[in-house]
């Protein structure tokens, strides 16, 4: 079994700057996508960014130029920069990663984190 263990999160006021780390805990399975999705309180989970094993990203217009995703896939690990925080970026954020393995075919399977708490006071 992969676990996808955070950190990172915090309370921080806007404006200010925040950097969320996820690492998966085991490198057996092949890593294809990570990402990074959010959820407010009464809102349905989002998408903030994710990044594909070639370093492709995709963002919520929401966060463009405020956030940046990366990773190291030496080390299994996907970042979440977050830049010019503003309260409404208040959420759980969680970490996902689709995992792929073979046995005679491609298979996967995806995790998610446990979530970690961003709070941004005005």
């Known amino acids: 079994q992969v676990q996808l263990v955070e950190s990172g999160g915090g309370l921080v006021q806007a404006g200010g700057s925040l950097r969320l780390s996820c690492a998966a805990s085991?490198?057996?399975?092949?890593?294809?996508?990570m990402g990074w999705y959010r959820q407010a309180p009464g809102k349905q989970r989002e998408l903030v960014a994710r990044i594909t094993s070639g370093g492709s990203t995709d963002y919520a217009d929401s966060v463009k130029g405020r956030f940046t995703i990366s990773r190291d896939n030496a080390k299994n690990t996907v970042y979440l920069q977050m830049n010019s925080l503003k309260p409404e970026d208040t959420a759980v954020y969680y970490c996902?990663?689709?995992?792929?393995?073979?046995?005679?075919?491609?298979?996967?399977?995806?995790?998610w984190g446990q979530g970690t708490q961003v709070t941004v006071s005005s």
């Open positions: 085991r490198s057996i399975f092949s890593i294809n996508h």
């Open positions: 996902n990663a689709e995992f792929t393995y073979y046995t005679g075919s491609y298979s996967s399977f995806v995790e």
